[in-house]
């Protein structure tokens, strides 16, 4: 955590930075306190005490400003930048409303995403937390999965229904003893129901220095619990919440905002993926992606085969090992001529492929995607996450009532 903060707040940064967005920064948490900087100098001398501050232990920096610090690096990078800017743009709002003195300087200091972000968080706080709750969005990788028993079950975003999904989660969260603070942002893009819940997370305690002696400090950070919804596939996808809790959340989904309680709680819920058609296949399956002009190609490129035996004592399929394979060039190759004989006793339990796509620059872009059923696909959804569904959909690898319906959405 120290690290990470030692990187935002480098030399560089404090070197270019405005004084008076570092001033309103510590304001907010020293008020009429005596700052440890003093902010009444010229900007070489403020820049001078910044960096005297900031040289110290970040267990020696005030609490809060830590975790100011630490919203606005989550942000304070290109790709965050353009999510502010973004958001700016949907909201109507002008970050910066007054004309650049520095107008003829081409490559303004205050332009740079870090600055941007500080500037944001500090002047344009409503832009910033949409901008934080879309990159949480973004973020997950591994994604809990639940199917509803029906589609086009819908729900519209009222204020009772998000207050009421607001409080329940609360609740959840602070029985696992998270705290009781929680901010909802909700959304509805693309015909889908967004929701961010930004959350304590679990007490932490660090050694501070205080004087001649150390003393310990809790610290409670904030995480986000990201939930999306498609009405037409009944489809609940949930990130960045620990699985002990994932299957409560989606019922308290299930219940304030669509009024369905159980509705995720089907026994075919989480079944939603399978890999016997590889398996039936064996070494020699290929993905067939000629269908998409965009797709160079897809390499599987780690797979592993679990081996089960009868217990005759139990009456039920135990557990013996797992054969695994891993190779850039494809994976599924070394099964041949190995022990592994799918369909006597040995399951593909699941494999990691990589897709190639066309981009306008020499190299393609890949986008990696582990699949283990029954419910896990996990893969950085910034891109093509159409494509990667309709891609497995077309293999019969999603168990879907209605697979085609995924491809026709991505078509």
Same mark, same amino acid.
């Given at each position: 955590?120290?690290?990470?903060?030692?990187?935002?707040?480098?030399?560089?940064?404090?070197?270019?930075?405005?004084?008076?967005?570092?001033?309103?920064?510590?304001?907010?948490?020293?008020?009429?306190?005596?700052?440890?900087?003093?902010?009444?100098?010229?900007?070489?001398?403020?820049?001078?005490?910044?960096?005297?501050?900031?040289?110290?232990?970040?267990?020696?920096?005030?609490?809060?400003?830590?975790?100011?610090?630490?919203?606005?690096?989550?942000?304070?990078?290109?790709?965050?930048?353009?999510?502010?800017?973004?958001?700016?743009?949907?909201?109507?709002?002008?970050?910066?409303? /007054?004309?650049?003195?520095?107008?003829?300087?081409?490559?303004?200091?205050?332009?740079?995403?870090?600055?941007?972000?500080?500037?944001?968080?500090?002047?344009?706080?409503?832009?910033?937390?949409?901008?934080? /709750?879309?990159?949480?969005?973004?973020?997950?990788?591994?994604?809990?999965?639940?199917?509803?028993?029906?589609?086009?079950?819908?729900? /519209?975003?009222?204020?009772?229904?998000?207050?009421?999904?607001?409080?329940?989660?609360?609740?959840?969260?602070?029985?696992?003893?998270?705290?009781?603070?929680?901010?909802?942002?909700?959304?509805?893009?693309?015909?889908?129901?967004?929701?961010?819940?930004?959350?304590?997370?679990?007490?932490?305690?660090?050694?501070?220095?205080?004087?001649?002696?150390?003393?310990?400090?809790?610290?409670?950070?904030?995480?986000?619990?990201?939930?999306?919804?498609?009405?037409?596939?009944?489809?609940?996808?949930?990130?960045?919440?620990?699985?002990?809790?994932?299957?409560?959340?989606?019922?308290?989904?299930?219940?304030?905002?669509?009024?369905?309680?159980?509705?995720?709680?089907?026994?075919?819920?989480?079944?939603?993926?399978?890999?016997?058609?590889?398996?039936?296949?064996?070494?020699?399956?290929?993905?067939?992606?000629?269908?998409?002009?965009?797709?160079?190609?897809?390499?599987?490129?780690?797979?592993?085969?679990?081996?089960?035996?009868?217990?005759?004592?139990?009456?039920?399929?135990?557990?013996?090992?797992?054969?695994?394979?891993?190779?850039?060039?494809?994976?599924?190759?070394?099964?041949?001529?190995?022990?592994?004989?799918?369909?006597?006793?040995?399951?593909?339990?699941?494999?990691?492929?990589?897709?190639?796509?066309?981009?306008?620059?020499?190299?393609?872009?890949?986008?990696?995607?582990?699949?283990?059923?029954?419910?896990?696909?996990?893969?950085?959804?910034?891109?093509?996450?159409?494509?990667?569904?309709?891609?497995?959909?077309?293999?019969?690898?999603?168990?879907?009532?209605?697979?085609?319906?995924?491809?026709?959405?991505?078509?």
């Amino acid at each position: 955590m120290g690290s990470d903060l030692k990187k935002f707040v480098n030399p560089k940064f404090l070197k270019t930075v405005d004084p008076g967005l570092m001033r309103v920064l510590f304001d907010r948490h020293f008020g009429d306190e005596v700052h440890p900087v003093a902010f009444d100098g010229d900007a070489a001398a403020v820049r001078a005490a910044l960096a005297k501050y900031f040289e110290e232990a970040v267990t020696t920096w005030n609490e809060g400003l830590v975790a100011d610090l630490h919203r606005v690096a989550d942000l304070g990078s290109n790709e965050g930048m353009q999510i502010i800017l973004n958001e700016a743009r949907r909201q109507g709002v002008v970050l910066y409303a /007054d004309p650049d003195p520095d107008g003829d300087d081409p490559a303004p200091a205050k332009h740079d995403p870090k600055h941007v972000a500080l500037h944001t968080y500090l002047h344009h706080h409503r832009v910033f937390e949409a901008a934080a /709750d879309f990159q949480a969005l973004r973020a997950p990788t591994a994604l809990a999965e639940f199917r509803g028993p029906e589609r086009d079950v819908g729900a /519209d975003l009222t204020e009772a229904l998000t207050e009421a999904f607001k409080s329940a989660a609360m609740k959840l969260f602070a029985r696992d003893l998270q705290g009781e603070y929680c901010r909802l942002g909700p959304y509805e893009e693309d015909g889908e129901i967004n929701l961010v819940v930004s959350h304590g997370a679990p007490v932490a305690t660090t050694p501070v220095v205080d004087g001649d002696r150390e003393r310990i400090i809790p610290l409670r950070a904030v995480k986000y619990a990201t939930l999306r919804y498609s009405p037409a596939e009944a489809r609940l996808f949930i990130g960045g919440v620990v699985k002990a809790q994932q299957a409560d959340l989606a019922e308290i989904f299930a219940k304030h905002v669509l009024g369905r309680p159980g509705f995720f709680s089907g026994k075919d819920a989480r079944d939603l993926y399978t890999l016997d058609l590889i398996s039936d296949a064996g070494p020699d399956f290929a993905f067939d992606h000629r269908y998409d002009e965009h797709i160079l190609e897809v390499r599987i490129v780690a797979a592993a085969a679990d081996h089960f035996e009868w217990d005759e004592d139990e009456a039920k399929w135990r557990y013996v090992r797992t054969w695994e394979s891993k190779d850039a060039a494809g994976a599924l190759r070394h099964f041949r001529g190995s022990e592994v004989r799918f369909g006597k006793g040995w399951r593909l339990g699941e494999i990691t492929f990589r897709v190639f796509f066309k981009t306008e620059t020499k190299r393609p872009a890949q986008v990696t995607v582990k699949l283990k059923p029954p419910g896990t696909l996990a893969f950085r959804r910034t891109r093509f996450e159409k494509t990667i569904h309709a891609l497995i959909a077309r293999h019969g690898l999603e168990k879907d009532r209605d697979a085609g319906l995924v491809v026709e959405a991505a078509e």
